[in-house]
């Protein structure tokens, strides 16, 4: 089921209520779902190889503390956030400044920052870790059998 970006999200505690979360498809609503995006926004960072690893490290132990704590929505944030450290670091390693158009909305011309590519491989490897977590995909089954 589709991510539902109708609910509102400023007033609402996905923890307290875990059956109103939907997976959706890749990162979607990455930036919304409260408590989440307020605990693990702080330590989402790509700039070098290292902050990336830092980050990337951090976010994936609030992965398994949430594991531990049976919340399967917990996950599946951290999740997201690490695919994101991967797509947002690829993008500014293809444009400088991380704009993919021109004014004129022309694509730009790529640019490779062999800096940025390392900060993506870093969380690449880790969400394809994510993606192969037998665990962590039948928890994903389970919650959208359960809610959608």
């Known amino acids: 089921m589709a991510f539902d970006y109708d609910l509102d999200y400023e007033n609402l505690d996905l923890r307290e209520h875990p059956e109103l979360y939907r997976v959706g498809k890749g990162e979607q609503g990455v930036l919304l779902?409260?408590?989440?995006?307020?605990?693990?926004l702080p330590h989402w960072r790509f700039k070098t190889p290292e902050i990336a690893r830092e980050s990337c490290d951090?976010?994936?132990?609030?992965?398994e503390e949430y594991r531990k704590q049976d919340d399967f929505v917990?996950?599946?944030?951290?999740?997201?956030?690490?695919?994101?450290g991967y797509t947002r670091a690829?993008?500014?390693?293809?444009?400088?400044?991380?704009?993919?158009y021109n004014e004129d909305r022309t694509?730009?011309?790529?640019?490779?920052?062999?800096?940025?590519a390392e900060s993506?491989?870093?969380?690449?490897?880790?969400?394809d870790e994510i993606r192969e977590d037998e665990d962590?995909?039948?928890r994903k089954k389970e919650h959208q059998k359960k809610y959608g």
């Open 120 to 127: 993506a491989a870093i969380f690449k490897k880790k969400w």
């Open 90 to 100: 690829r993008r500014y390693t293809n444009y400088k400044g991380g704009r993919k």
């Open 74 to 84: 917990g996950m599946d944030m951290a999740r997201k956030f690490i695919q994101m």
């Open 58 to 63: 951090k976010i994936y132990e609030m992965f």
């Open 33 to 40: 779902v409260e408590p989440y995006k307020s605990e693990i």
């Open 107 to 116: 694509i730009k011309e790529r640019q490779i920052d062999p800096v940025k």
């Open 136 to 138: 962590y995909l039948k």
